[in-house]
């Protein structure tokens, strides 16, 4: 295992005709650490950062459950927004007392309690490791590369951790991370932390005021944050490198750095997978789930309680509903399908005038499309039974996670489905034993909704369709399951996770036994998957990746995988319909769009306060900052290195980000640290954690 | 007004490379009785059909609200879908007695009870007024064009309709009709019955057996039948031209025709039309409507009551869902618009070639574009506020034809809007008369979901989304509206109506406010649509319809347009993935698919009437008859003019009928007429109706 800085080189960006449409002054690029290009951030802004910057950064920033955040004092104190603490304002909720509509401000901190599910993780070190699993595969057909690419990701990652039990700091969580879609792969180690606590969460209606109307709009006035403290040992973490918050915020113009785990973009497909994504896998996922959402939104019409129990659930599927919609949107613009056969076009016809290069990149484009062909003709079955599109059930996820995650863990550890690797095992247990508040009637619904739509997917005369429904409607066989199962009990299922794959099959709990029945047909299309789609997919990509690679060299980022970046660009609004979005808001136009009703109602906390609040203060800015979801919470760092800003979502054409970056009108949204200022000084007098974010 | 007969030629169908994928032996093709392409007929089939034959289906044709049916019996007996009556069954239903459920049958001829906003019009004649058209816009911009040409045609059908009241058999209605585009236009005369009374319906659970998991799906056991009656003064209309039914049913091969009103095809619209559709309007219908359904399924889940007021609308949303979602997957179908680029191409490269014909044609593709464009930087206004899917609420359409219709009512006819000229004022008063059920809760739902995503399209800071959504949430609104207004009382909007626009302007109904406060903008967006969108593209789709016919001349024949056509085919099943699917159904196979669990449960009567069935019946039958929505309740009809089967649906490949037919895989389905008579003898009992239909 390299040690970080072994592996950390400065690269030159250079112009790439195939990648970035225009040359060097693009902000555009979401860096790993390790080949972050310096040298274009002095050329293009003047700006420097040095290696202890780049550590600095890197340390304080941490991976959440799908967000990331950053250490804010020596304390253990990490910032991020607050719709990445949604779930565990939820879970900590009940009917008395909802946090998440209320807030939480916990001044006593022997009073913190834990997020029952919240991790975070630290980037410590990373092994570039391509070479050597290029060895493990190599002369293997491509099915039995596939199997041995698998196998040997999971040895390397076990060899990582009992290697790390030894280190300074250790043990550490080691991570297979692809990049370049299969054109490198890494080790990545991290320091886990998983007892973070709930420390200070704003109410709702200001946290994502305009709600999602307003969602990916700008101008905004949204107080996205929430400070939550990691805990080993029941005491607060020492985190020397953490960032300051600069509470005077940025200037327009100035140059600013994002640090934190973009969760994913399609920049570097391949114009077949983009209409795949375009004609099958985007339209199918957008009507099921529009009708989900209305399913939803009328469940909670109900009465209070049924909207409080429905709300986080909802608010993530709406979440996820505009960004699909917005790339469906992007995916029919002809001008970006053009660019990117034109892109394509070019990268062919350079690999064709390389005799050599043309060998080894063979038929690759051509055996993408096959593998397509494949995937749709198994596309509702995989969908609905192996991915379980149609069992859209907590109880169900956790009976498949109990059936298979025991029959896997007795299995030598490289012979598992990747998800049950010993490496993955201490997070699944967490979860399974994780005491959460579980709600019958929501999971009946989004099980019956599913159950309808398989049926309406994959026909009524399907054998598994027939099996399920045969004397039982979708809502008959929903509550049964639901009603009867005993899966919501933590008990029960630690109960059974102990008790392995032999309690399991003894199991007569209806959800156990369903998912029992439909693991092998489930098992199978997976398989078939993973052999005709999969392998000769990533095959395919891998060696499209070697050509672009060998004709580009690394002057090209890698897409997005959860994994962590850094880019650069400036505080800046943009030009719509001619006229200029300027890139900050200020406090009096909240209250000047307040309507008194949700999602557009300024908090009773912060009416009552109006008198004492400076009303120009900054609420919301703008950048250019190459981001995308799992960014959120991410710190905006000046080259100070100190935090002037918490980036929570982007503009409507940031969505268009996951296929290419629009130089022109691609924004980043985040908090201004002056509203968190003046919100934590005179609404909420949390003045004992504001010393603590001033290091006082 | 040329009498039926004058009109009528007999025409010669010519390959035609442009619209018909393969010369003459497709039996593909909607034709106007006046082309119907007998010389075809006979060299395809060697059958034949006589101007009398000819005469007697079109005059036993009914077109009803969406559908078609037949007159079955001497005495104005009609027969149609079950679906078609849906309505219907709605309307008369209560919460006590649920005639959609139980089904209905009336066995005594005075107690048939009026269907209240049934009607049944059939053509007797038509006039080709393309002529007289042309020369009253010609030389006129192409705006003021589109003023005078609907002006002209609210003349014509004014001139019609007083003319035919000293006709016999009159007072007829007269309807302007668009063919080809623009390329024809004809006055339509129809006979207009308006009390249509219900006979017979079989329950929903055998008539709509597999419910919406089986719609548009083959093979298939839908009982898909209904009878009404018509009536005149109070008693049954005299109808010497009916049709009888042949039980015994076609065999495979037979030759059978289709006559009916399907309700819209786009074959011949230009592929940046077909764009239009494919990444605009089709994923915006797709997803609202989606949601919609969500909410709908989920409203229903409250009690049995909630269940049955949605199952109407909830099954219209349905089918509509279906419909869309396959025909969006045709035009993402790379196959379909590949050949859609190659006819228009072959199009324009036949019109380039004439230097004549290319002076008259002009830019018409490239006008089509720009005013697409123009439709498209309006799409969500126009469609929100004139449109009216902001406010998905039956109050607010009657608020809005009570204000429209008294304004419009006020000026001469032909400056009025065309929905309110003399000719379609009695169809709107019938509406807005008719006493039907209303359920505010279900009105409630539909309005908030639509003002809500008003506020999602429009965005929260549009002036009216502003005005209307500042201190009211969606659903506060909705239920202020729907609570406050008194527009379901069908005296209170017939005192309206009667009271005129002054009535209408001192009403402080808070629907009709709601109304008259969006109507200036709305009449707007609806000025602008026609002068920069309709009028530009009604002029180059003449163009290009005029090119059409110098190059093929009627040799092609009309896209659907809810007006009469008829067309021939044979019974024939098709292959699926290689197997043979066979074209007839048989009773026994019903029972077998039985889940005891709706929608899958075979009703009481039927099960306990097994014993005496003859397993052995035939169902459903398939035919490769080219049909869309409208020909629902359609007779099948044989070459001796005997009813042989009931239209009632297509296969899944039928859907791409909205764009082309597919010989190979598109089917229609038919309702067998042994079924028929096997229900109503040995389950429903009903020997007077079988002996009616029978003409005993």
């Given at each position: 295992m390299a040690n970080w800085r072994a592996v950390l080189s400065v690269s030159v960006l250079v112009s790439s005709g195939a990648l970035v449409?225009?040359?060097?002054?693009?902000?555009e690029g979401m860096w790993t650490f390790d080949n972050f290009p310096a040298a274009a951030l002095k050329a293009q802004h003047g700006a420097t950062v040095d290696m202890a910057w780049l550590d600095r950064v890197r340390l304080a920033t941490v991976r959440l459950s799908g967000c990331t955040g950053s250490?804010?004092?020596?304390?253990?104190l990490i910032l991020t927004n607050h719709h990445c603490v949604a779930t565990c304002l939820d879970q900590l909720s009940t009917k008395e007392d909802n946090l998440l509509e209320k807030g939480v401000l916990v001044r006593d901190r022997g009073q913190e309690r834990r997020c029952p599910t919240q991790i975070a993780d630290v980037l410590v070190a990373s092994e570039n490791v391509t070479d050597k699993l290029s060895a493990a595969v190599k002369g293997l057909g491509e099915k039995a590369a596939n199997d041995a690419r698998k196998q040997t990701l999971t040895r390397f990652e076990q060899t990582c951790e009992e290697a790390s039990k030894r280190e300074r700091g250790g043990p550490f969580k080691c991570e297979a991370v692809s990049l370049y879609n299969g054109g490198q792969h890494f080790i990545y180690k991290y320091k886990r932390y998983t007892d973070i606590r709930m420390v200070f969460a704003p109410e709702a209606n200001i946290a994502a005021f305009g709600g999602d109307p307003d969602n990916f709009q700008y101008p905004r006035w949204c107080l996205d944050m929430s400070v939550m403290r990691a805990y080993e040992n029941g005491k607060p973490v020492a985190t020397p490198n953490y960032l300051k918050v600069n509470f005077a915020g940025p200037s327009a113009g100035d140059v600013v750095f994002v640090s934190g785990h973009p969760g994913?973009?399609?920049?570097?497909?391949t114009v077949s997978q983009l209409l795949e994504q375009r004609n099958v896998d985007l339209p199918d996922w957008l009507l099921r789930n529009s009708e989900l959402r209305g399913r939803l939104l009328q469940f909670g019409k109900a009465d209070a309680e049924a909207e409080r129990i429905v709300s986080d659930s909802l608010q993530g599927l709406e979440n996820s509903i505009k960004v699909r919609r917005k790339q469906l949107d992007a995916l029919l613009d002809d001008r970006l399908m053009e660019r990117k056969r034109t892109d394509e076009a070019d990268l062919r016809a350079r690999v064709g005038a390389n005799a050599e290069l043309k060998s080894r990149t063979g038929t690759a484009w051509a055996d993408i499309e096959r593998a397509l062909t494949v995937e749709r003709s198994m596309y509702f079955p995989y969908t609905q039974l192996e991915a379980a599109a149609a069992f859209n059930s907590r109880l169900f996820r956790m009976a498949r996670s109990l059936i298979r995650g025991t029959a896997e863990r007795e299995k030598p550890n490289d012979q598992r489905l990747r998800e049950y690797v010993d490496a993955r095992l201490p997070r699944l247990e967490q979860q399974l034993a994780a005491e959460v508040p579980f709600y019958p009637q929501l999971d009946i619904a989004t099980l019956a909704f599913s159950l309808e739509r398989m049926r309406e997917l994959l026909g009524p005369d399907h054998p598994t369709v027939r099996q399920l429904l045969t004397k039982d409607s979708p809502d008959s066989l929903a509550r049964r399951l639901i009603n009867e199962s005993?899966?919501?009990d933590a008990a029960v299922r630690t109960a059974l996770w102990k008790g392995g794959s032999s309690a399991v099959a003894k199991s007569t709990d209806p959800m156990i036994v369903l998912a029992r029945m439909l693991d092998p047909e489930a098992r199978a299309l997976r398989k078939r998957y993973e052999d005709e789609v999969e392998a000769p997919m990533n095959v395919a990509e891998e060696r499209i990746a070697a050509a672009r690679f060998a004709v580009f060299g690394t002057s090209v980022y890698p897409d997005a995988t959860f994994t962590l970046r850094l880019n650069f660009g400036t505080v800046q609004g943009w030009k719509e319909n001619g006229a200029d979005v300027q890139p900050f808001t200020r406090l009096s136009k909240a209250f000047e769009r307040s309507?008194?009703?949700?999602?557009f109602l300024i908090p009773a906390s912060w009416e009552a306060s109006k008198s004492q609040l400076d009303m120009n203060t900054p609420f919301n800015l703008s950048t250019n900052s190459d981001i995308v979801g799992g960014n959120s919470g991410s710190a905006l760092i000046n080259v100070k290195g100190e935090i002037v800003g918490l980036m929570f979502d982007g503009n409507i054409h940031s969505i268009s980000g996951a296929y290419w970056f629009d130089t022109e009108k691609n924004r980043a949204v985040a908090v201004h640290p002056a509203i968190m200022r003046e919100g934590l000084t005179k609404v909420y007098k949390a003045q004992a954690l504001l010393n603590e974010l001033q290091g006082k």
């Open positions: 449409q225009k040359p060097l002054l693009a902000d250490f804010v004092s020596k304390d253990g994913s973009t399609d920049r570097l497909l005993k899966l919501h309507t008194g009703a949700e999602p």
